[in-house]
């Protein structure tokens, strides 16, 4: 077995238990810095998986701008509440993006702990990307205060 099969059968796994865990959880992705899908639970075809991937890499920069004019520090989620659900978008220190959806119905304070476990444990599953130096330099993804 290649190492990214390992990491595709780990991320699906967890991505799957993370869905299964949180009652009202609909579904989650992964997707790479630039919005590839790296990974998703169940339920997730191909048709979505495109809306997702350019609707939450819109999310992620539009999060980071907002952490950078705020200086606020470095973006950790992005929540949008809308009537029937809410969506999560985490970002994950190798720079990957979390989306979760869930129900509204959902305990939100249970899904934002769960989804910061995940986010904890993510980079087992993922591969490394290198962030351009600019980047890596200002904080502008990741833990605060982390370098290379």
Same mark, same amino acid.
């Given at each position: 077995m290649t190492p990214s099969v390992v990491i595709a059968d780990g991320l699906t796994d967890a991505l799957t238990d993370l869905v299964d865990r949180v =009652?009202?959880?609909r579904f989650a992705v992964v997707l790479s810095p630039d919005g590839l899908l790296l990974g998703a639970s169940p339920g997730v075809d191909d048709a979505l998986a495109r809306q997702?991937?350019?609707m939450v890499a819109g999310l992620e920069a539009? %999060?980071?701008a907002a952490a950078r004019v705020c200086v606020g520090g470095a973006l950790r989620q992005v929540v949008v509440q809308m009537w029937r659900s809410f969506l999560f978008v985490a970002t994950i220190r190798s720079g990957a993006i979390l989306a979760v959806r869930m %129900? %509204? =119905?959902t305990e939100v304070g249970d899904?934002?702990?769960e989804v910061a476990l995940f986010v904890a444990r993510a980079e087992r599953y993922l591969p490394v990307y290198l962030a351009p130096v600019r980047a890596a330099t200002s904080g502008e993804r990741g833990a605060p205060g982390r370098r290379p």
């Open positions: =009652d009202g959880a997702l991937s350019g539009l %999060g980071l %129900g %509204g =119905d899904m934002a702990y």
